[in-house]
């Protein structure tokens, strides 16, 4: 049983930064490409970044590049989300999805392939 773990979400002002984190447990973590999801109040869930299996390819929504990054560190089976320079128009409930099908370098930016969710964390930036 595969379980997903967010951490991280709080409230800050715009400006300021915010490292959110989700940890996996129950699979082996370097087998799956790990996405981090959002959404805010009266929207759907979008995409927000993506890392691959293997670490080597990433992929940002437009609305963020520059601002935030994604890593991963297998050995402590953790996704991380660095987010800077934070506008109001971040604000949501972010989630981390796990994506069991991903080949080493590949990566999606629809929800439809990821298998595995977290509950997600609120971030909340105030202007």
């Known amino acids: 049983q595969v379980q997903l773990v967010e951490s991280g979400g709080g409230l800050v002002q715009a400006g300021g930064s915010l490292k959110l984190s989700c940890v996996l447990s129950?699979?082996?973590?370097?087998?799956?490409?790990m996405g981090w999801f959002r959404q805010a109040p009266g929207k759907e869930r979008e995409f927000v970044a993506v890392?691959?299996?293997?670490?080597?390819?990433?992929h940002y929504t437009d609305s963020v590049k520059g601002r935030f990054t994604i890593s991963r560190d297998n050995a402590r089976n953790t996704v991380s989300l660095q987010m800077d320079s934070l506008k109001p128009e971040d604000t949501g409930v972010y989630y981390c999805?796990?994506?069991?099908?991903?080949?080493?370098?590949?990566?999606?930016?629809?929800?439809?392939?990821?298998?595995?969710w977290g509950r997600g964390t609120q971030v909340t930036v105030s202007s």
């Open positions: 890392i691959s299996r293997s670490g080597t390819t990433t």
């Open positions: 999805a796990a994506d069991s099908r991903a080949s080493q370098n590949s990566v999606a930016v629809a929800a439809g392939p990821y298998n595995y």
């Open positions: 129950g699979r082996t973590f370097s087998t799956y490409a």
